[in-house]
């Protein structure tokens, strides 16, 4: 599973989140942006454009063992987006959660269907002798 620091790259370079990042955001540019915030893309669409990313998925964040608790995102968001960027910062928290819970799910999916092939396949050799 990556850490902190790893997610808070990976928000800072997204093209939604990149203009709020710490290192490039400025004093005169935060009103701009906040009113800019309404017309933002809804966790949804972020989380899935972060599933179709490989980037993202090379951070592993879901497994089938289970997925980081809110904490854990808000704690690396706020390592790339200043606070005062507060719907951004939500927005990319839930985003990173929704992602997160949805590689799990997929996962313990395939986890699962390994497992009814396993049994399939054993009960196949069992029969067959």
Same mark, same amino acid.
């Given at each position: 599973m990556s850490n902190e620091q790893e997610v808070a790259r990976y928000v800072a370079r997204h093209p939604t989140f990149a203009p709020y990042a710490a290192a490039q955001a400025t004093p005169c540019m935060g009103l701009g942006y906040r009113m800019a915030a309404s017309q933002l893309p809804t966790p949804e669409q972020i989380a899935g454009a972060f599933l179709d990313d490989a980037d993202f998925q090379a951070l592993r964040l879901g497994s089938w063992l289970g997925s980081p608790d809110?904490?854990?995102? &808000?704690?690396?968001?706020? @390592? &790339?987006? !200043?606070?005062?960027?507060? !719907?951004?910062?939500? @927005? &990319?928290? %839930? /985003? @990173?959660? @929704? %992602? /997160?819970?949805?590689?799990? +799910?997929?996962? +313990?999916? %395939? %986890?699962?269907?390994?497992v009814i092939a396993a049994f399939v396949l054993a009960a196949v050799i069992v029969w067959s002798e």
């Open positions: 809110g904490e854990f995102f &808000a704690q690396a968001v706020a @390592l &790339a987006i !200043p606070a005062e960027y507060e !719907p951004i910062f939500n @927005l &990319a928290v %839930a /985003s @990173l959660k @929704l %992602a /997160s819970d949805t590689q799990m +799910r997929n996962d +313990r999916k %395939a %986890a699962a269907g390994f």
